[in-house]
């Protein structure tokens, strides 16, 4: 159990363009999703914590204009890069929360041109 | 806000060695201590976490201690294999508010 996907894999975009990427907890309900983001051979860097039901709470540095999360149900939360541009190219990797416990999503590696 | 200290940022062992790695957290509240697997490419993997009511938990060749006098918890692997080799991330939260800081990570080479 505890499993947890994302979609896409990996995507290229154009400058300028906006993405989405989905991350859904399959065999459990997550009140709570989290947004990593992961620079190569670094830590993972909290962008912001998404609540079902209610608006994502941002860390301190991220544009919650530029990146748009919306968690609509207790299984899927959405992250859109909008107007990407290529420092937003990076690894964005989700997680849900289940009990104290926290599982993570295979990784988008996104890359804009 | 938490502030989590990992090291060593590199550690390089020989097959059947043992590897520690130790990281400390600076806010008191915190009582949840999980620590990470990454291997190249894939996503972050639970490998063994710690409750602040205990001190020790072992899971075959994994262990964790927790010292919260001095704030301070580590990750102990024995007789190491190359399938260890990976980035070992340790985080701290509180269970309550759980919001997860995580450690800048470990990459553990073992060499076969």
């Known amino acids: 159990g505890a499993v947890v996907s994302q979609h896409p894999s990996w995507v290229i975009c154009k400058s300028g363009t906006s993405v989405k990427i989905e991350c859904r907890s399959l065999?459990?309900?997550?009140?709570?999703m989290f947004w990593y983001r992961q620079f190569p051979k670094q830590s993972l860097m909290l962008m912001a914590t998404s609540n079902e039901g209610s608006k994502a709470t941002y860390e301190q540095g991220v544009e919650k204009d530029k990146f748009l999360i919306n968690h609509a149900s207790l299984t899927l939360s959405t992250l859109t890069v909008t107007s990407a541009h290529p420092e937003d190219s990076s690894f964005y990797i989700c997680?849900?929360?289940?009990?104290?416990?926290?599982?993570f999503g295979p990784g988008t590696r996104l890359t804009v041109t | 806000g938490e502030n989590v200290e990992q090291h060593p940022s590199t550690l390089s062992v020989q097959e059947g060695d043992s590897a520690v790695i130790k990281c400390t957290y600076s806010?008191?509240?915190?009582?949840?201590f999980p620590w990470y697997k990454q291997e190249l490419g894939k996503r972050p993997q639970l490998i063994i976490d710690?409750?602040?009511?205990?001190g020790e938990k072992k899971d075959q060749r994994i262990a964790v201690t927790l010292n919260k006098t001095a704030k301070h918890f580590s990750l102990h692997i024995t007789e190491t294999q190359p399938e260890d080799s990976a980035v070992y991330f340790c985080a701290a939260s509180n269970i309550g508010s759980y919001i997860p800081t995580f450690g800048r990570g470990t990459s553990l080479i073992v060499h076969p």
């Open positions: 806010d008191s509240a915190s009582n949840y």
């Open positions: 710690i409750r602040s009511n205990v």
């Open positions: 065999d459990f309900q997550a009140t709570t």
């Open positions: 997680s849900a929360k289940r009990t104290d416990e926290q599982y």
